[in-house]
């Protein structure tokens, strides 16, 4: 009998850049083996563009997501929070994965900018993919 697949959150204060550029590499890079989950603490109207267009330059579409508001929920169903600069935002439920990732919010930046925030992110994202799935 297989396990569940783990579920992860990605957490930023507005869910429109970081958080969304997380959840669209670990839904690539997971090739299903991972639900994945997004939202900010106080999420945006739409998705950063020069995020979008950050992934579109390596062939992920996340124009489509819309940002999502955190709630409660959505933490105590996730096997791992990773949180992005939203700090005492974030619920914290005791036997869940934490890791809060350190990275430069890429609001109001330019595409060169944003480029090494997303390659950040990716790196990340693999990293805590192959924990995931060991």
């Known amino acids: 009998m297989s396990s569940p697949k783990p579920t992860v959150l990605f957490v930023c204060v507005h869910n429109a850049g970081r958080s969304q550029m997380a959840a669209g590499f670990m839904n690539s890079l997971g090739a299903g083996r991972v639900e994945?989950?997004?939202a900010g603490s106080a999420p945006k109207d739409s998705i950063n563009p020069i995020a979008v267009q950050a992934m579109?330059?390596?062939g992920i579409d996340i124009s489509n997501n819309v940002p999502k508001v955190l709630t409660p929920e959505a933490v105590q169903e996730?096997?791992?929070v990773i949180t992005m600069?939203?700090?005492d935002a974030c619920p914290f439920y005791p036997g869940k994965r934490y890791e809060d990732w350190v990275l430069?919010?890429?609001a109001?930046?330019?595409i060169e900018?944003?480029?090494v925030i997303r390659d950040d992110i990716k790196k990340r994202v693999e990293q805590l993919l192959s924990e995931l799935l060991s």
């Open 85 to 87: 600069g939203c700090g």
């Open 113 to 115: 900018s944003v480029r």
């Open 36 to 38: 994945v989950l997004s």
């Open 56 to 58: 579109q330059e390596v």
């Open 78 to 80: 996730s096997d791992a």
């Open 108 to 110: 109001g930046q330019g």
């Open 104 to 106: 430069d919010d890429p």
